[in-house]
């Protein structure tokens, strides 16, 4: 008898549910279909306990534990052994074991790959992720970060600095020893405003007037129109934001000034 489940405006039709991957239509609730609620608790726990051990995802979660069309077969293997992704993902993000809780991965696996072995040195599944080798956009931000440091030191000042990206993130944040602990939001909230207003962070009074205690509504981000923030450009383009905080701001908006156009 086929069982349906549904989550949020997505229905699934689950029949064939003898076979270790069961046949899965999927649908919308405005479909003109008979449908039939569960009047008993027991009954419903009993559907849903047979669809999740079937791998049927009840909760809404957009990770299934079924194998995806072209996954290859080491990414889905734990220490040697047939896995899935729903319960990969929780046991990797855990730290545990891999315990399969969605019904059976072997004959998941034997629908897919056949009698494939994947060796446990070869298999990916709870392995660590590769660390990257190359990040680009760090490293640049760390350079600037460390020239103003640097900039800051040699006028005997403690400062915090951020480097954002244009929308305003923090890409790379450094505090001094002995800095004041606001220091870091100053420096991220002047850099985060230069960057995505495109303008130093103490020019906005000039260019918007009495509407500037408005602005901050219009993101997410911190929002500070104050010395100390300035944009950083390649080609006449915004790229980043830079802010430094913690010392005299017109003292911090001359370094972030310096450091950005050098």
């Given at each position: 008898m086929p069982r349906i489940s549904s989550s949020g405006s997505e229905v699934s039709l689950v029949s064939q549910l003898a076979k270790g991957s069961p046949v899965i239509r999927k649908g919308s609730g405005g479909e003109n279909?008979?449908?039939f609620q569960w009047q008993d608790a027991a009954r419903r726990k009993a559907d849903l306990d047979l669809l999740r051990e079937k791998g049927i995802a009840t909760s809404g979660?957009?990770?299934s534990p079924f194998l995806p069309t072209g996954v290859a077969p080491e990414v889905v293997s734990?220490?040697?052994?047939p896995a899935n992704p729903e319960?990969?993902?929780?046991?990797y993000a855990l730290g545990v074991p891999y315990v399969g809780q969605h019904g059976d991965d072997?004959?998941?696996w034997q629908e897919r790959f056949g009698d494939l072995v994947v060796a446990p040195e070869d298999?990916?599944?709870m392995k660590p992720a590769?660390?990257?080798?190359r990040q680009h956009q760090l490293a640049w931000a760390r350079t600037i970060a460390d020239r103003v440091l640097d900039a800051a030191r040699a006028r005997g000042v403690l400062v915090s600095v951020a480097v954002v990206d244009t929308g305003g993130d923090p890409v790379q944040q450094d505090r001094m020893d002995g800095a004041v602990t606001a220091s870091p939001d100053l420096a991220l909230a002047t850099g985060a405003t230069a960057a995505r207003f495109g303008r130093p962070s103490d020019e906005l009074d000039a260019a918007y007037g009495f509407a500037v205690k408005s602005l901050?509504?219009?993101g997410y981000g911190p929002f500070l129109g104050a010395p100390g923030g300035v944009p950083v450009l390649d080609g006449g383009v915004v790229v980043a934001g830079l802010g430094v905080g913690g010392a005299d701001p017109a003292l911090c908006a001359q370094i972030a000034r310096e450091v950005a156009s050098s």
């Open positions: 279909r008979l449908y979660a957009t990770v734990a220490d040697g052994e319960d990969l993902l929780i046991a072997r004959a998941r298999s990916l599944g590769p660390t990257a080798s901050g509504r219009l």
